[in-house]
């Protein structure tokens, strides 16, 4: 993109000056990644990951099905309210955003996306270079209206949270024989998290001074993975501790190797957070633990009202997802008390928990005095 290319020059120039201070909270958000974080991105694509349909988004202000894979919020609408930006995160999509809309944040997120190209190829939604290269385009369209030091100084404040690598594991890594094939299960990890490492150089090189990264969460209880890649019978695996939880109509049981998976993946992302900022000495990267507490949400539902946890709310609970969960699905009655909304992601009481969670544990080394 000529038309931005002095962007990094102009940025180095104007940090000496601009750099804040220990911010008490952000005043904008900017979010990438997947169906955590996307509220709407994909409508428009020719992709079977889109949620502009009943049932997703019942809870949502309005009844509205905006796009969001859940029935109501997502952490990044939390978020935004919880520092008292604004009542939700829109989609960079909505064509009816405006300057001020992008000066407070808009997420760029793309559901099924990841760190590997092919994810998101093989399903046609947004890689992590077209959401940078919309970002781009965002801060030229602020540029325009509030100027290049006003612009940065937004960008240097903001939030910038990354939410990637679910839909590496379960739809790349452990559905293609390819990429297996390509693939030891570190040497993949590793490539993710290499590729993790280049996107953040990016953003840092675009202004960004506040990074928060989300974890993998649980992959081995996500109900389309107990359901596609059951576990070992007990009969076969006598050794192997059961995660199968109460509230189920069907006994359902967590993959554990899928979940020790994820536990690997996060224990290196966490030393890769830790060498970015060695390795970028004026950046804030946190790491935010999505494993733990969902975890904790299954091992022990009742403490957050829980009573279904291994099946989603819409349909069967065991496969629905996108065009699967639909007006023609039978969606449980009581919301909340289900964990998971489709047969992948969170419902909007889990994600209020997560979220919480975030305020409470991570986000305090970002913001220690205002959440």
Known sequence: MEKN????????????????????????IYAFGDSILDSGNNNKLLTVC?????????????????GRFS???????????????????????????????????????SA???????????????????????????????????????????????????????SDMIDNY???????????LPTYHDMLLKNLDTFVKKL??????????????????????????????PSSAPSQKSEN?????????CKAKHNADAKEYNAKLEVRVKRMMVAMPTLKVIYMDLFTPMMD?????SKYGFKTTLKGCCGSGSVELGPLCNVASIACHVHSEYVFWDSINPSEAAYKALTNNFKARSLRRLYPSSV
């Open 297 to 301: 949400m299954i091992d022990t539902p």
């Open 71 to 109: 029935n109501g919020k997502l952490p990044g609408d939390m978020l935004v309210s919880a520092f008292r930006i604004k009542e939700i995160l829109p989609a960079y999509a909505d064509s009816t955003l405006d300057a001020d809309d992008l000066d407070t944040g808009v997420s760029f997120a």
């Open 204 to 233: 840092y090189n675009a202004g960004a001074k506040n990074i928060a990264i989300i974890g993998l969460p649980p992959l081995g209880c996500l109900p389309m993975d107990t359901t596609v890649f059951p576990p070992p019978s």
């Open 245 to 253: 939880l109460t509230g189920d109509l069907f006994r359902r049981e």
């Open 174 to 184: 452990y559905l293609l024989p390819t990429t297996r094939a390509m693939y030891s």
């Open 112 to 166: 099924c996306s990841g760190l590997h190209d092919l994810t998101a190829a093989e399903v046609g939604v947004l890689n992590l270079d077209k959401q940078f290269q919309n970002f781009e385009q965002a801060f030229v369209k602020m540029e325009e209206v509030f100027g290049l030091e006003k612009t940065t100084a937004t960008v240097q404040r903001a939030l910038f949270m990354i939410s990637a690598g679910s």
């Open 5 to 28: 290319s002095h962007l990094p020059l102009l940025f180095l120039l104007l940090s000496a000056t601009i750099i804040p201070s220990a911010a008490t909270r952000p005043t904008a």
């Open 50 to 66: 889109r949620a502009n349909h009943k049932p997703y988004g019942i809870d949502f202000p309005g009844q509205s099905h905006t």
